[in-house]
Nanobody, 120 residues
């Protein structure tokens, strides 16, 4: 599957952005998926993840400010980011895990990333 993120940009602290992740096929209805970010000089970290059943887990640093959602009919998932802080500055990636064989092995596909910059 191909994933394409959009919606990043430059915003002042306290502002909002909504990221979108469009998939080339139907994968968001029942597969585990998530949003991740990588700041300069840091490792990639999980921001929000959703199980195939729809349970969502947020990183402590974004809980209460970010909301993850999906629209299976549009093959798109979203990350609504409110009250943004300078420390949220990073490249944001979406990812989805698909089962690739009868043994249950999975493969993770990544988007190309979208830059989010929050100025103070």
């Amino acid at each position: 599957v191909q994933l394409v993120e959009s919606g990043g940009g430059l915003v002042q602290a306290g502002g909002s952005l909504r990221l979108s992740c469009a998939a080339s096929k139907s994968v968001f209805s029942s597969n585990p998926m998530g949003w991740y970010r990588q700041a300069p000089g840091k490792e990639r970290e999980s921001v929000a993840t959703m199980t195939g059943g729809g349970s969502i887990n947020y990183a402590d640093s974004v809980r209460g400010r970010f909301t993850m959602s999906r629209d299976g009919a549009k093959n798109t998932m979203y990350l609504q980011m409110n009250n943004l802080k300078p420390e949220d500055t990073a490249v944001y990636y979406c990812a989805v895990d698909e089962v690739v064989n009868v043994e249950g092995a999975t493969m993770r596909s990544w988007g190309q990333g979208t830059q989010v910059t929050v100025s103070s």
